[in-house]
């Protein structure tokens, strides 16, 4: 299997769907000759030609066209610079991509990927570090999807790319050029949505997606050391769900929830986490839910340090949580 980083393996699986799908699209804002702003998308267009072009900077009309073209038969994947961008160009991906399958009766389908990057890097400030996610869970016909390793970055890329709704591919940015991992690239597309144990415990399970995983693994290595073992569950899949995992786990460690993630606390996707296990009944103890602080994101790393869950906070919720 190929060593890849992040980067390296979501370039190797967009390569592998425009060499295996003839209908595949690939266009966006510096992403062919430049080869992407952050490099994901290198050399793609010297291989695959006119498929792969650069677009005016205007998201309305990237989107826009790729809703379009996909209802036509074409199978488009397009860049959003940044996931802040979003924010001009709702209604194509809203009120049109969301709503296709809906409005046609069944008839058509819009067999978009959108890809994007968020989160907070050093130096990034409020109009580039958003966490967004939680807004797209709430469109019903989106799917969305936050990975965290080269691994899931592949396939997750593979299973958005052959789904038949739309679906929105959520990078951070400084997963992209991490350590290389082997990747299995052999593999036929799985289907949207699942999850991954990756670690097992009995004093609580944490709920997590995103580049933050990594910090909560740390977090975990710590209370081991203690004799505190936590289950860690992985679901980058936010839309479909898998709340049966959830739920399973959470019986199975004590009825003890955390849930963590990069976004705001105050309407992120742990909430609903957190709510349907409620009504599931699988909770015995006070749940958590660790996030950003209601704010801003400040471009001063060390002021951005204090709103985002760091390690340090997350082991002592944590430690709290084992013990109720």
């Not at 924010?87 to 046609?104: E, K």
């Not at 050093?122 to 580039?128: E, F, I, K, T, V």
């Not at 004799?227 to 460690?253: K, M, Q, Y």
């Not at 009825?255 to 909770?283: C, D, I, Q, S, Y």
Request: glycine content about 10%; aromatic content about 6%; charged content about 20%.
């Amino acid at each position: 299997m190929p060593e890849l980083t992040y980067a390296g393996a979501v370039n190797a699986a967009l390569r592998r769907c425009l060499e295996e799908l003839p209908e595949t699209l690939l266009y966006g804002e510096d992403v062919a000759k430049p080869g992407g702003v952050h490099g994901v998308t290198r050399k793609l267009w010297k291989d695959f030609g006119d498929r792969v072009f650069d677009t005016p900077i205007s998201e309305s009309a990237i989107l826009g066209s790729a809703v379009g073209a996909a209802m036509l038969g074409r199978r488009p994947i397009v860049e959003i610079m940044w996931a802040d961008f979003f924010l001009v160009a709702l209604d194509q991906l809203v009120n049109q991509a969301a709503n296709v399958r809906y409005v046609s009766g069944g008839r058509l389908a819009a067999p978009l990927t959108v890809r994007t990057q968020q989160g907070n890097s050093p130096g990034a400030c409020a109009q580039h570090s958003q966490n967004l996610e939680a807004l797209f869970t709430h469109i019903p016909g989106l799917r969305v999807v936050v990975p965290s390793t080269p691994q899931n970055a592949y396939d997750s890329m593979l299973s958005a790319v052959h789904c038949d709704d739309p679906v929105v591919v959520f990078d951070n940015r400084t997963l992209y050029f991490g350590e290389k991992q082997e990747v299995d690239t052999s593999a036929a597309p799985a289907p949207i949505g699942g999850s991954t144990v990756r670690r097992t415990g009995s004093a609580a399970t944490v709920v997590t997606w995103g580049a933050i995983t990594h910090r909560v693994l740390e977090a975990a290595d710590r209370l081991a050391a203690d004799g505190i073992e936590v289950t860690v569950l992985e679901t980058p899949w936010l839309n479909p769900f898998d709340h049966d995992a959830v739920h399973a786990s959470v019986a199975r460690t004590g009825g003890r929830l955390a849930v963590v993630h990069e976004a705001n606390v105050t309407g992120g996707f742990g909430g609903e986490v957190v709510v349907r296990a409620l009504e599931a009944g699988v909770l015995s103890a006070r749940p958590v839910r660790i996030g950003a602080a209601d704010g801003r994101i400040p471009a001063a790393p060390a002021l951005a340090a204090e709103l985002l869950p760091g390690t340090d906070r997350i082991e002592t919720e944590l430690r709290t949580l084992a013990r109720d």
